[in-house]
């Protein structure tokens, strides 16, 4: 799965919490939204969100949930 794949996907999930507008610009997802979140990527691309994983670097921005997301669906 490349990052063209997963960018559109990611971004369609975090209009569901964040508004989004540019990939690099800063999300305001409070904690359930985040928990709703990971669920939703759990379940679009198959991996398992561990607590280690729940770090602000992740999840601030759609640009680095996709990086996220992308570094876990190649493992």
């Known amino acids: 799965m490349t990052q063209n794949d997963v960018l559109p ?4 999930l975090v209009a569901d919490y964040a ?9 305001d997802l409070d904690s359930l939204s985040l928990i709703q979140l990971t669920e939703d990527l759990e379940d679009r691309f198959g991996f398992v969100v561990a607590a280690d994983d729940l770090v602000p ?3 601030d921005s759609v640009a680095a949930i996709a990086a996220f997301v992308q570094g876990k669906v190649q493992r």
């Open 9 to 12: 996907a990611v971004r369609d």
């Open 19 to 27: 508004e989004v507008g540019d990939d690099a610009a800063p999300l």
């Open 57 to 59: 670097a992740h999840f």
